[in-house]
T-cell receptor
């Protein structure tokens, strides 16, 4: 089955810096890669997703890149703000009809003012 | 348009009791997923249901756990004879279900076993 690895487990940056979180997946059949942000005690919130037919997607300060050959995808946050502090999870799934998400272990991002 | 609704938000049970967790999907969504999250860990898939059907229960423990999504009413995750190891946050997500549609999560039920 699919296995998703995520790095780093913690990331501390200064406000205004960029943050990059990387994930690798094992199943070449995976074709959908969402990213979720989870604040303490709250629900995972979908912030961006990418499908395997594109290599990059951007939404304001957030971008995701996908390298299908290497089987890895990354989240890029530019001009970080303290409210970006949270745990970020990557996930992967494939469209076989069983659309379960396999999650990475999470990255705790701390943005210091 | 209400999001995914889960209740209760917090549930305390003693060992051996039953826990029932409820999930109402977003309006228009007919696909429901249950995930479990242990403290400081990621989310682990448990079960995927459509109305009146279990599609994938590969993440569900074989014993004590069951799930349903009846024609009318919310999806129910049921844990019988709870043990301390069942303490976790249980999240429900829903999607439109056609192709890899985004899954939107509820606020979760935090289950504590005394």
């Amino acid at each position: 089955g699919e296995n998703v690895e995520q790095h780093p487990s913690t990331l501390s940056v200064q406000e205004g810096d960029s943050a990059v979180i990387k994930c690798t997946y094992s199943d070449s059949a995976s074709n959908y890669f969402p990213w979720y942000k989870q604040e303490l005690g709250k629900r995972p919130q979908l912030i961006i997703d990418i499908r395997s037919n594109v290599g990059e997607k951007k939404d304001q300060r957030i971008a995701v890149t996908l390298n299908k050959t290497a089987k890895h995808f990354s989240l890029h946050i530019t001009e970080t703000q303290p409210e970006d502090s949270a745990v970020y999870f990557c996930a992967a799934s494939n469209n076989t009809g069983f659309q379960k998400l396999v999650f990475g272990t999470g990255t705790r991002l701390l943005v210091s003012p | 348009n209400a999001g995914v609704m889960q209740n209760p938000r917090h549930l305390v049970r003693r060992r051996g009791q039953e826990a029932r967790l409820r999930c109402s999907p977003m309006k228009g969504h007919s696909h429901v997923y249950w995930y479990r999250q242990l403290p400081e860990e990621g989310l682990k898939f448990m079960v995927y249901l459509q109305k009146e059907n279990i599609i994938d229960e590969s993440g569900m423990p074989k014993e004590r756990f069951s799930a349903e999504f009846p024609k009318e009413g919310p999806s129910i995750l049921r844990i019988q004879q709870v043990v301390r190891g069942d303490s976790a946050a249980y999240f429900c997500a829903s999607s439109l279900g056609q192709g890899n549609q985004p899954q939107h999560f509820g606020d979760g039920t935090r289950l504590s076993i005394l």
